[in-house]
């Protein structure tokens, strides 16, 4: 959508939105579950395609903003009775402040030793939860879209109230990460991840687009934590490490610099699962085969991708089809 | 203009991949979910693997292996009764998605025997069974708040509440060991949450007061506890732990030399789980069970190695023929006592069930159902209470609960343990001809 006028953008923005909704109509609960599940997983691997595929830093523990998110929305949800509007803004607003304080520390560390710090932060964050009661303990805290608009009928479900929450949210996020992504902002940070000395040298300043993006990111997967604390719960279990390798397998199948295929990610991180239940009831229904076959296949995909298709799927057709062109002309 | 050709079919793509995704498939028109001309599909989560799987793991089975064995001998009205067991790894945020899958995907009638507190109480907040009227039968958890109608009122308690067992236990260390120093190891969730509730109304205050969080439990964890039990000269100390925490704390503190008097709450106290949680630390069964020798424990309903009891005696019978090579304990028991009182209210809901009358028939003759604990179930119009009574007994060398004195002395108090402790003769019902149901 490099060429596409803004006004193009949102337009299409919208009719995608329609379609989603007329399509939601028509599918039974199961399906508008897990379509509310790949829209929030779409803006959580977004978030990380912003500081990786952009930014060029490398969070393991992006889940830790997703847990942060949450909490900050169902906090104000408990003790403050907010809106459910101002929870999600609320997470959004937590959440980058969080990513600009760490922003700084990214600033100073790259690589293996920034991996390091947002993992340990992933790995420490649910702990906290246990140690001070207001956040709930291991039960965590209640949050609550609550129910769909009584003028909707007795036949809109929950889940398609959950549904229709979360695509416009997502929508509208991914619509203002794609328009910040084609800015001067999207450019800096492609910059310093191609050369960060060569970006200096064009007059970047590095450490500030860093936290930039650092921040952006982290109030993007705040607030798709929140949507996913709406679906779930918000307590330690919903936010395990696993998330944070599960989100980054979904942007590296993605290709990790391609927003567009962030909601590719999401499709294929939930139907694994399904695939892996097929697979292991006609193997015999072991429980430790239907545990560990959904792990084994995201595994298996994501060293293929790396070996095959490095920077995603999305991307090596556009390349080849660019080639093609290319060569006709 | 080719980039805008490429960028709509792009646009087009995603929209063909999310339609995809949510695949089509309207739900055709059913009398009732889950329920057919042949068949009752009924659905349980539980933690078949992860760390709590070592005896919890042996509850769906049994269940199953009672339906089977209803099945093989009518079923219910002729339908036979499918359970769909799903794995929940005793991870609230897994019991949800799991549960999810049940009511969604496999459209069970009923969920039944669902295990843990955390987990039910996420279930309860984000599957919502209650407004979507779905029945919870027989939650294995003694969570007190589940007996709550208005703030649950599908879901149907099976255990006494923690909150009455906390407020036993406390009544009888008033009564017997007021003069020693006692403390408590208990999870840090509402399960131990709901038990200090009961011993605070009791009026018995801790020495010592270990929290640990659901999950962290090992021998690790353990020594750290063990250390703070010894550092405040415990001499009586009470745990209202699962049976993988309970197995830890018994071998390390044995391995210390630490011996206080060892009261253990009703949910970690069975000798099997103890035994398959110390295997791997290379703990004979026999020695592992002997870990249990000389603690007090409680019971709403028979030990296993009780062959005189009816229930047992039946349940026994069936393990053999329907769940073979498993050893039959509490688990088991309590997986095939659960699948005894589903058949009694799915029985109750009539010969055309519906999820409505099947909620109204447990309301109205649930604390009539037969079932293996010795006080019945306080399934009423306003209360959806479990069992309520408890008996002490002293565990021996082979890890056998016996009871403390030959009557078999009833405790009990009320669901929210406001109520003094009294003793009890409260009666339960009789086992069916064969344990097969034959009530309406």
């Keep these: ?329 | 203009m080719i980039s805008l050709r490429r960028n709509k079919k792009s646009v087009l793509f995603a929209s063909v991949v999310t339609s995809v995704a949510l695949a089509a498939s309207v739900v055709p028109a059913n009398a009732e979910t889950g329920v057919s001309s042949s068949e009752i599909k009924l659905g349980i989560t539980v933690p078949m693997t992860g760390i709590a799987a070592p005896g919890y793991n042996k509850v769906a089975p049994a269940m199953k292996a009672y339906f089977e064995y209803l099945n093989a001998n009518g079923g219910i009205y002729g339908r036979k009764v499918n359970l769909i067991i799903k794995d929940d790894r005793y991870i609230p945020q897994e019991a949800i998605n799991k549960t999810n899958e049940l009511i969604l995907k496999d459209k069970v009638f009923a969920l039944v025997g669902q295990l843990g507190t955390a987990n039910n109480l996420a279930i309860a907040s984000k599957v919502r069974l209650g407004s979507r009227k779905i029945p919870s039968i027989g939650v294995l958890t003694g969570f007190s708040g589940f007996a709550d109608k208005k703030k649950y009122p599908t879901t149907f308690m099976s255990f006494p509440s923690y909150a009455a067992e906390g407020r036993i236990i406390g009544t009888y260390i008033n009564e017997n060991l007021a003069s020693k120093t006692v403390c408590l190891v208990s999870q840090n969730d509402d399960f131990g949450t709901d038990a200090a509730k009961g011993f605070t109304a009791a009026g018995v205050k801790f020495a010592e007061h270990v929290k640990y969080v659901s999950g962290t439990q090992s021998s690790a964890t353990a020594q750290v506890w063990i250390g703070k039990l010894v550092a405040a000269k415990c001499e009586v100390v009470v745990l209202m732990t699962v049976s993988s925490a309970t197995a830890p704390v018994l071998a390390v503190a044995n391995a210390a030399g630490y011996k206080p008097q060892w009261i253990l709450g009703s949910v970690g106290s069975d000798t099997t789980t103890l035994k398959l949680s110390l295997a791997p630390a290379g703990i004979p069964a026999a020695q592992a069970a002997a870990l249990f020798n000389g603690a007090i424990g409680l019971s709403f309903a028979p030990d296993p190695s009780d062959t005189t009891d009816e229930y047992v005696k039946l349940f026994r019978e069936v393990n053999t023929n329907y769940n073979k090579g498993v050893e039959f304990d509490n688990n088991v028991a309590v997986g095939m006592n659960y699948a005894l009182v589903v058949a009694q209210a799915l029985r109750a809901a009539g010969t055309s069930p519906t999820r409505a009358k099947l909620v109204k028939a447990m309301e109205s003759k649930g604390s009539t159902f037969a079932s293996i604990g010795y006080s019945p179930m306080g399934w009423t119009a306003t209360s959806h209470a479990g069992h309520s009574a408890f008996w002490f007994g002293k565990f021996n060398l082979a890890g056998e609960l016996k009871p403390l004195d030959a009557a078999r002395t009833l405790y009990t108090t009320d669901n929210n343990a406001t109520q003094p402790v009294t003793k009890t003769t409260a009666k339960r019902a009789a086992l069916p001809a064969k344990g097969i149901p034959t009530n309406s």
């Design chain 1, 1 to 329: 959508m490099h060429n596409l006028s803004t006004k193009k953008v949102f337009a299409l923005f919208v009719i995608f939105g329609w379609i989603l909704l007329i399509v939601a109509d028509r599918v039974d609960e199961l399906r508008v579950y897990q379509g509310a599940t790949i829209a929030i997983t779409t803006l959580a691997i977004a978030s990380i395609i912003i500081l990786t595929g952009y930014s060029g830093q490398v969070s393991l523990g992006h889940g830790a903003f997703l847990a942060i998110g949450a909490y900050a929305a169902a906090l104000s949800q408990t003790y403050w009775q907010s809106p459910f509007w101002f929870t999600l803004l609320m997470s959004v607003i937590v959440t980058s402040l969080i990513g600009f304080v760490l922003g700084f520390a990214a600033g100073r560390l790259s690589g293996p030793y920034l991996a390091g710090t947002t993992l340990a932060l992933a790995v420490g964050l649910p702990t906290l939860a246990n140690q001070f009661t207001f956040l709930g303990g291991e039960t965590g805290l209640v949050y609550d879209a609550g129910n769909p608009p009584a003028r909707f009928g007795e036949d809109f479900t929950l889940y398609k109230w959950f549904f229709w929450i979360s695509a416009f949210v997502v929508l509208i996020a991914m619509f203002l990460i794609r328009n910040l992504l084609h800015s001067r902002y999207g450019r800096t940070w492609k910059a310093l991840r191609a050369n960060p000395t060569a970006a200096q040298l064009c007059g970047i300043n590095v450490a500030q687009s860093k936290i930039l993006a650092f921040t952006i990111s982290a109030g993007a997967a705040g607030l798709s934590g929140a949507l996913l604390g709406m679906i779930s719960i918000v307590a330690p279990s919903a936010f395990p490490l696993s998330l944070s390798f599960t989100l980054i397998t979904g942007a590296v199948l993605a290709g990790v610099t391609s927003l567009a295929g962030s909601m590719l990610g999401a499709v294929i991180l939930v139907v694994i699962p399904e695939i892996a239940e097929v697979i292991s009831t006609s193997l015999g229904e072991s429980e430790k085969v239907i545990s560990n076959l959904p792990g084994f296949i995201v595994s298996v995909l994501l060293i293929l991708t790396v070996l095959f298709s490095p920077n995603g799927p999305a991307e090596s057709i556009r390349k080849r089809r660019e080639h093609h062109q290319k060569a006709k002309h």
